[in-house]
């Protein structure tokens, strides 16, 4: 029997009670799947705290059509199948339950469809091209699903095109047309890091290295460093998103650098990724979908930023802001329906978002159910780290600095 069977198993036969509890409480429970412990806790960690203090507002504000809120976190460690379905049966057995929230949870997403079945409000942020691969052949069936990520195919072709035309500009001297590229081997990290590869073949690039290495804990990337000394590449890039990785794998790179940009994939906007690494990661650049659009032309970023640190005393990154919107959009689609167990009209409400967030502007496509992707909505966002700073100089509409090229590069 599938991990999908059991869990069914364990919830079949709740669903008439769950919305008959839910429409008659005053208290309507919040679940969130996270990493709170494990490699990714720190991104698990910023998902309960952008949750909680969205609860927090509301309930502070008198609750929404009568009711208030309660949150409930199911950890879901090192997002192992087993970890997931164990969390998510629980939040889903919960009478009280009326939408359940993650940033990610699993790295196939396989949780969509039990979500799905029991027709359940889940929104969640990463992992968009799984999230698009099992709604978008029939995008009806998932009508309480949506994500507040847009597509990711932007990572996989937008990083050719910038650095070009860095070079370009002047801005950045390339010592040849060589890219360099490791990932871990995870369906977020692994994606990107294929989709890059081909996005550089096509425009012409040499790949002299295209590693992948096991998912988990990552302590030693010199074997891999090694080859890349051996013929050095204009652009050396890891996908591994997790923070403490990528803060071993820049130290690793400065005992010996090569004339090369470094790019890393998301782990550079995680605060920890900057309490690990200080001034060792000034010249790094990285890139976010759906990443806090923090500039002038976005005063929302600002204003939940600046909640965020209060209530918390530390910064957030992506996923505490991520979660507080999240919640915010099924509270106004819940006080469009009125009633918290009509989850489908709930989720129909949802899929009209026309909103200024902190992301930029959230509308989702009715054929994936992703957030829609374009300077106009969700951008890509390029960043480079400096002296502790982070300054966004792509795309330029939005930029707070400039590109400088590293110290490291001769």
């Given at each position: 029997?599938?991990?999908?069977?059991?869990?069914?198993?364990?919830?079949?036969?709740?669903?008439?009670?769950?919305?008959?509890?839910?429409?008659?409480?005053?208290?309507?429970?919040?679940?969130?799947?996270?990493?709170l412990?494990?490699?990714?806790?720190?991104?698990?960690?910023?998902?309960?705290?952008?949750?909680?203090?969205?609860?927090?507002?509301?309930?502070?504000?008198?609750?929404v059509?009568?009711?208030?809120?309660?949150?409930?976190?199911?950890?879901?460690?090192?997002?192992?199948?087993?970890?997931v379905?164990?969390?998510?049966?629980?939040?889903?057995s919960?009478?009280?339950?009326?939408?359940?929230?993650?940033?990610?949870?699993?790295?196939?997403?396989?949780?969509?469809?039990?979500?799905?079945?029991?027709?359940?409000?889940?929104?969640?942020?990463?992992?968009?091209?799984?999230?698009?691969?099992?709604?978008?052949p029939?995008?009806?069936?998932?009508?309480?699903?949506?994500?507040?990520?847009?597509?990711?195919?932007?990572?996989?072709?937008?990083?050719?095109?910038?650095?070009?035309?860095?070079?370009?500009?002047?801005?950045?001297?390339?010592?040849?047309?060589?890219?360099?590229?490791?990932?871990?081997?995870?369906?977020?990290?692994?994606?990107?890091?294929?989709?890059?590869?081909?996005?550089?073949?096509?425009?012409g690039?040499?790949?002299?290295?295209?590693?992948?290495?096991?998912?988990?804990?990552?302590?030693?990337?010199?074997?891999?460093?090694?080859?890349?000394?051996?013929?050095?590449p204009?652009?050396?890039?890891?996908?591994?998103?997790?923070?403490s990785?990528?803060?071993?794998?820049?130290?690793?790179?400065?005992?010996?650098?090569?004339?090369?940009?470094?790019?890393?994939?998301?782990?550079?906007?995680?605060?920890?990724?900057?309490?690990?690494t200080?001034?060792?990661?000034?010249?790094?650049?990285?890139?976010?979908?759906?990443?806090?659009?923090?500039?002038?032309?976005?005063?929302?970023?600002?204003?939940?930023?600046?909640?965020?640190?209060?209530?918390?005393?530390?910064?957030?990154?992506?996923?505490?802001?991520?979660?507080?919107?999240?919640?915010?959009?099924?509270?106004?689609?819940?006080?469009?329906?009125?009633?918290?167990?009509?989850?489908?009209?709930?989720?129909?409400a949802?899929?009209?978002?026309?909103?200024?967030?902190?992301?930029g502007?959230?509308?989702?496509?009715?054929?994936?159910?992703?957030?829609?992707?374009?300077?106009?909505?969700?951008?890509?966002?390029?960043?480079?780290?400096?002296?502790?700073?982070?300054?966004?100089?792509?795309?330029?509409?939005?930029?707070?600095?400039?590109?400088?090229?590293?110290?490291?590069?001769?």
């Amino acid at each position: 029997m599938n991990m999908k069977s059991i869990l069914m198993g364990a919830v079949t036969g709740l669903s008439f009670a769950l919305s008959a509890a839910v429409a008659q409480a005053d208290v309507v429970k919040i679940g969130v799947l996270a990493p709170l412990s494990g490699k990714a806790s720190a991104d698990g960690h910023e998902v309960a705290n952008g949750a909680q203090l969205a609860v927090d507002e509301l309930n502070a504000a008198g609750g929404v059509a009568g009711h208030t809120f309660e949150l409930v976190v199911g950890d879901v460690g090192e997002s192992s199948a087993d970890a997931v379905a164990t969390a998510a049966e629980r939040l889903l057995s919960d009478r009280q339950m009326g939408a359940i929230f993650a940033g990610y949870a699993s790295g196939s997403n396989f949780e969509i469809e039990l979500m799905a079945e029991q027709d359940m409000i889940y929104f969640l942020s990463a992992n968009s091209a799984q999230t698009e691969g099992i709604i978008s052949p029939n995008p009806d069936d998932f009508g309480t699903i949506w994500s507040l990520t847009p597509s990711y195919n932007g990572y996989n072709t937008e990083i050719v095109p910038v650095i070009e035309s860095l070079s370009a500009s002047g801005a950045l001297d390339l010592p040849n047309k060589k890219v360099a590229i490791v990932a871990s081997d995870n369906p977020y990290s692994k994606g990107i890091a294929e989709g890059m590869a081909e996005s550089f073949k096509s425009a012409g690039w040499e790949i002299t290295e295209n590693d992948l290495l096991p998912f988990g804990e990552i302590n030693d990337w010199r074997a891999f460093l090694a080859k890349v000394r051996q013929n050095p590449p204009a652009v050396l890039i890891n996908t591994d998103y997790v923070s403490s990785n990528a803060a071993t794998f820049v130290s690793q790179f400065l005992e010996d650098p090569t004339d090369s940009l470094v790019f890393i994939q998301y782990a550079p906007s995680v605060p920890e990724f900057l309490d690990l690494t200080k001034e060792k990661s000034t010249g790094v650049i990285y890139n976010l979908l759906g990443g806090v659009l923090n500039t002038p032309k976005n005063p929302r970023a600002a204003e939940v930023l600046a909640k965020y640190k209060a209530a918390y005393n530390t910064e957030s990154g992506t996923y505490g802001i991520a979660l507080y919107e999240q919640v915010m959009i099924y509270a106004e689609a819940l006080g469009k329906v009125g009633d918290p167990s009509k989850r489908k009209e709930i989720g129909a409400a949802m899929g009209q978002t026309d909103k200024q967030t902190a992301m930029g502007r959230i509308r989702f496509d009715p054929k994936t159910h992703l957030s829609i992707q374009d300077n106009d909505h969700v951008p890509i966002q390029f960043y480079q780290i400096w002296d502790g700073d982070r300054y966004l100089f792509y795309p330029e509409k939005y930029a707070t600095g400039k590109f400088a090229e590293p110290g490291w590069m001769k």
